[in-house]
């Protein structure tokens, strides 16, 4: 035995190789957690209003997922959008919340219930007058969509689908369809493919 050479016990040894044995275990639980997800959990605190004029957070919502979507009334493409969400609250209402935010104080409550009613809007609306949602989220567009998880992590940021070329042009029908997948992928325990993608539509304003 050299000089300075650590003396291990029996029980010391065995210690080492259940903890040897257990390492890969929690490497493995850490690989598997770890998605290069930004977790916004503190938007549950964040104080938003229903069309009703009623405080409401999203801490609320329970589902699996929760689909956030700026949207204004007055722009066209969320007129079009309406539809497809609609369909996809439909769709994966078991398990998704779908969470229509109209941003600012430019639009009345009264022009969103109008959007509510004209469009038969099937999921949650809300305002953010204080725009906070906005900021927490980094938000810019309307339409734009934020897929997140129970934790609050962002699985998909961005385009609904790639049915807008660029204002004004569409194609004949959506063939990607970024936030349909990305549900789909995440309630099939598969990797959400397409973490974001660059939305098209109105500039959220400053008012």
Known sequence: MRKGENIYSL?????????LRVLPVILLQLAGNSSNSQSVSSIDRIRLQTLDRQTYKLSALHKK????????????????YSLVLNRLQARFGKDLAIAGIFPGKAVSLADCRAFREKYNIRFLLLSDTQK?????LGARI?????????ERNILYHGAIDNW???????RSKATENY?????????????VKVKEMKPIGCFINDH
């Open 11 to 19: 029980g010391q040894w065995a210690r080492r190789l259940r903890g």
């Open 132 to 136: 906070s949602l906005v900021k927490t």
């Open 179 to 191: 936030l349909e997948d990305g549900i789909t992928g995440y309630l099939n325990r598969e990797p």
């Open 65 to 80: 997922l929760i689909a956030v979507v700026f949207l204004s009334p007055e722009c066209p493409l969320c007129q079009n």
């Open 142 to 150: 309307t339409p734009e969509v934020f897929l997140l998880d129970r």
């Open 164 to 170: 807008v070329v660029a204002l004004g042009k569409q």
